[in-house]
């Protein structure tokens, strides 16, 4: 299983960005992207501008995306077959808009839930009634630049982290919500999704699943293991028992905040959002290697370390496995 860069939360002049499809599709095959999504706010016209004009795309693209851009909250709608009409969307019914979307073969989840809302930007905090959680495929807990030194993002992680609590199946996002480039001094923040077959429904298939970890910059190789099953994957739901666990650090040329020297400290593993054990750096070293025994709930690694001017920074969460 590779695990591919990956960014679906973008915007082009077709809304309100700086930057031209041609302009997105360019940088972010220079930024090390790997897969890309356009995602314009309520409108796929870019996908349109890319057919008609026949523009190669440098990096593979995930057609058909776009942000539902409502007054009650920004919903991120990836590989639509077509775009819903967001307005007949009342404030209780994102439920049954959900389903619609997810008909027609979207993967989505909520942008943003905390940013503030009018008048600063209008609709950007959610405040859809959510009826069932578990309809979404994923939460944005990491939005633009520099999106750990936000209030904002920490309220999302917290609405997420009680979410699994609660027992639902929801996996998290980060998304540059790319409008125009960035500063030199911002960094940003990375998914890797793992795909077997780069195609668009794999692609989908794994958001779907939550087969993805967030990052400030390290890229690790996880794997999850037991004498019955040999790789279990991030989102999947297992039986509770005895776990082989190893997490081991790669060595990157594609690191995309090098130049912020981010050091790697230690490894939390978390079950029902508690932290049950922690590993130091100094101690593992190169590969950390362990027995874990999982009882009924989530179950997530999260790396901690320095980064930029925090020496105790969250620097690479991974999506749940779900025990049963
Ligand atoms: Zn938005
Ligand atoms: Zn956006």
């Known amino acids: 299983m590779n695990y591919y860069s990956i960014e679906w939360h973008t915007h082009t002049v077709h809304s309100d960005a700086d930057q031209t499809v041609a302009q997105l599709l360019d940088t972010a095959a220079k930024s090390h992207y ?3 999504s356009i995602s314009d706010h309520n409108t796929l016209s870019a996908y349109a501008e890319i057919a008609e004009k026949g523009l190669t795309t440098p990096v593979f693209l995930l057609h058909n995306s776009l942000e539902w851009t409502t007054f009650y909250g920004h919903l991120l709608v990836l590989g639509v077959r077509e775009a819903l009409n967001w307005y007949d969307a009342k404030p209780t019914e994102i439920d049954l808009w959900v389903k619609k979307n997810k008909e027609a073969g979207a993967v989505l989840g909520i942008a943003h839930p905390y940013e503030l809302g009018s008048p600063i930007c209008t609709g950007c905090h959610w405040d ?3 009826r069932n959680w578990d309809n979404f ?5 990491l939005n633009g630049d520099s999106p750990q030194e936000q209030d904002y993002n920490q309220k999302a992680y917290t609405l997420w982290s009680e979410l699994l609590r609660q027992g639902h199946h929801l996996a998290a996002s980060c998304g540059r919500d790319w409008h125009r480039p960035k500063k030199e001094t911002a960094n940003v923040a990375v998914n890797y999704l793992g795909v ?3 195609d668009e429904e794999s692609i989908k298939a794994s958001i779907r699943q939550g087969n993805f970890y967030i990052t400030l910059g390290p890229k690790w190789e996880l794997s999850l293991s037991s004498k019955e099953q040999p790789a279990i994957f991030m989102g999947a739901t297992i039986t509770q028992g005895t776990y082989h666990l190893a997490v081991k650090f790669q ?3 594609d690191d995309f905040n090098r130049q912020f020297g981010e050091t790697i400290k230690k490894i939390k593993l978390l079950q029902n959002e508690e932290v049950i054990a922690e590993f130091s750096r100094t101690a593992f070293g190169a590969e950390l290697k362990t027995e874990v025994v999982l009882t009924p709930g989530p179950f997530r690694i999260e790396a901690w370390g320095a980064f930029k001017e925090n020496p105790d920074q969250r620097l690479v969460i991974s999506n749940p496995f779900y025990v049963e």
């Open 34 to 36: 790997e897969i890309l």
């Open 128 to 130: 859809f009634l959510v």
């Open 137 to 141: 495929d994923f939460i944005e807990i």
């Open 196 to 198: 077997e077959h780069l």
């Open 251 to 253: 060595n990157q040329d």
